[in-house]
């Protein structure tokens, strides 16, 4: 077993935990994402505190896909594995602010709004909704298409730790997500709309076909280590 192995194992497994995080993470969001009125409501914010915990989750996955795979990719280029680190930190920094955001539509909701603050409360959670929607076009709307996709698959190409075929698929793939996200940004089309989903498709296919193809390469790739050391003990034994 060396550590390249483990290295490219622990790396599919995070990129396998960033589809575990984000997409239920999303989902558990919807009440404060869909309803203008959530900061007026009383009912449970259990779901949406379990969202931005996952979110902290994806953080985690997303530097750690970094700083797991660095030590390898340096060797292929030091210029471009230290831009894929400086990618993932400011695509995790801008997680992290829309995660405090609708943290704080949160704590406005359950300490409630004084006589006559209903309309100052709506104005500044929409506000933070808001914001929310920024930090996602920003982050994994347009720094990860640089990061993940172009950034990634060039270093993969050059390292030749996945077939090239895929690595140009990431490399063409993370383009269309930061086009797309100039595309949403400069008014063409709404961030949840058609063409933006068919832009998006094939960084998440790229991303999918990392965690699984990293994951198996390093479970192979430490059976066979281990293989080699168990059959050099026993030339060494006989």
């Known amino acids: 077993m060396t550590p390249d192995h483990r290295r490219v194992f622990l790396a599919g497994v995070l990129f396998l935990l960033t589809f575990a995080t984000s997409i239920p993470g999303a989902?558990?969001?919807?009440?404060?994402?869909?309803?203008?009125?959530?900061?007026?409501g009383t009912g449970p914010t259990a779901p949406v505190l379990a969202g931005a915990l996952l979110e902290v989750g994806l953080i985690v996955a997303n530097l750690g896909t970094a700083l797991v795979l660095y030590p390898t990719l340096r060797r292929t280029s030091p210029s471009l594995a230290l831009g894929y680190v400086v990618a993932r930190v400011m695509e995790s920094a801008l997680i992290a602010v829309g995660i405090l955001s609708l943290l704080t539509v949160v704590t406005l909701r359950q300490e409630g709004t004084a006589d006559g603050g209903a309309g100052a409360a709506l104005v500044v959670?929409?506000?933070?909704?808001a914001l929310h929607g920024w930090t996602f076009l920003l982050g994994p709307g347009f720094v990860v298409g640089l990061g993940n996709?172009?950034?990634?698959?060039?270093?993969?190409?050059?390292?030749?730790?996945?077939?090239?075929?895929?690595?140009?698929?990431?490399m063409i793939a993370g383009p269309l997500v930061s086009l797309s996200g100039v595309a949403v940004l400069l008014g063409a089309y709404d961030q949840v709309s058609p063409w933006s989903a068919l832009l998006t498709l094939p960084e998440v296919v790229w991303e999918?076909?990392?965690?699984?193809?990293?994951?198996?390469?390093?479970?192979?790739?430490?059976?066979?280590?281990?293989?080699?050391?168990?059959?050099l003990r026993d030339r060494a034994t006989s």
Not at 27 to 40: E, Q
Not at 153 to 167: C, I, K, N, S
């Open 125 to 129: 959670s929409q506000a933070l909704v």
């Open 208 to 231: 999918l076909f990392l965690g699984v193809y990293l994951t198996l390469r390093g479970v192979v790739g430490m059976r066979r280590a281990a293989a080699e050391v168990g059959a």
């Open 27 to 40: 989902l558990l969001y919807g009440p404060v994402l869909n309803d203008p009125a959530f900061v007026l």
């Open 149 to 170: 996709g172009l950034i990634l698959g060039a270093l993969l190409y050059r390292a030749r730790l996945v077939p090239r075929g895929w690595a140009v698929l990431g």
